[in-house]
């Protein structure tokens, strides 16, 4: 166990919906990060938050957006959804970034399919 | 930029025997650390072992090893007495030391360990 907690772990929706995952990070981790896993791909990056404020984006569809609240679970919003949005929706989280050792903690993933 | 290439998509091994997967990494920074992450079928990511680019020695946990090259900027892992549960997709990674560096991941390595 990572002590990184997601939800929810499957969900199905339908195109031009929006949906809501979660992220708890583990206790005392102030970094949290957000990687999209699309079929038999490498994990792309989406965006980090470090304490409440956005650190890093990556290809992030103007569509997603993500914040971190003052108790530092994250959540991830996708909306407009098409087919191609369905894939694994992986957050970690990492130790305060003075001193980053570089290693993240992953949750077990959100599995998003769009019908 | 970073960017993390893993040129073998798939491979497979005997049971008990040895193998090596590459990775290469394109970088202009001087201080990082490369990572490998293990992804069993259970879809959770599991760091296997690090590597910090200011050490020489080259890291080792139990039965697994890298060979890192900075030079050359190579960083293979290396299975050694390969078992069941090794059959994994395993991922590079990279990130710069230091507070705020997003972790960068090649797109994986399929390794089927054959009974």
């Known amino acids: 166990d990572s002590g990184v907690t997601q939800t929810p772990k499957h969900l199905i929706t339908a195109t031009g919906q929006r949906v809501t995952l979660r992220c708890s990070p583990r206790?005392?981790?102030?970094?949290v990060y957000w990687y999209q896993q699309s079929l038999d791909q490498g994990l792309q990056f989406l965006i980090q938050?470090?304490?409440?404020?956005?650190?890093a984006k990556g290809n992030i569809l103007e569509r997603f957006s993500a914040q971190q609240f003052p108790d530092l679970h994250s959540e991830l919003n996708l909306s407009s959804l098409e087919l191609g949005d369905s894939a694994l929706y992986f957050c970690?989280?990492?130790?305060?970034?003075?001193?980053?050792?570089?290693?993240?903690?992953f949750g077990e993933g959100s599995r998003l399919t769009v019908l | 930029a970073q960017t993390v290439t893993q040129s073998q998509p798939e491979m497979s091994v005997q049971e008990a025997e040895t193998v090596t997967l590459s990775c290469t990494y394109d970088?202009?920074?001087?201080?990082?650390?490369l990572f490998w992450y293990k992804q069993p079928p259970s879809r959770q990511m599991i760091l296997v072992i690090r590597q910090e680019a200011y050490k020489q020695q080259n890291a080792t946990e139990n039965r697994f090893s890298v060979n890192f090259q900075k030079a050359a900027k190579s960083f293979s892992l290396k299975i050694s007495d390969s078992q069941l549960g090794d059959t994994a997709m395993y991922f590079c990674a990279f990130t710069v030391a230091g507070g705020y560096q997003k972790v960068t991941f090649g797109t994986g390595t399929k390794l089927q360990v054959i009974p």
């Open positions: 938050y470090y304490n409440g404020e956005e650190r």
């Open positions: 970088t202009s920074e001087s201080n990082y650390y």
């Open positions: 970690a989280s990492s130790v305060d970034q003075l001193a980053n050792t570089g290693e993240l903690f």
């Open positions: 206790s005392g981790d102030l970094s």
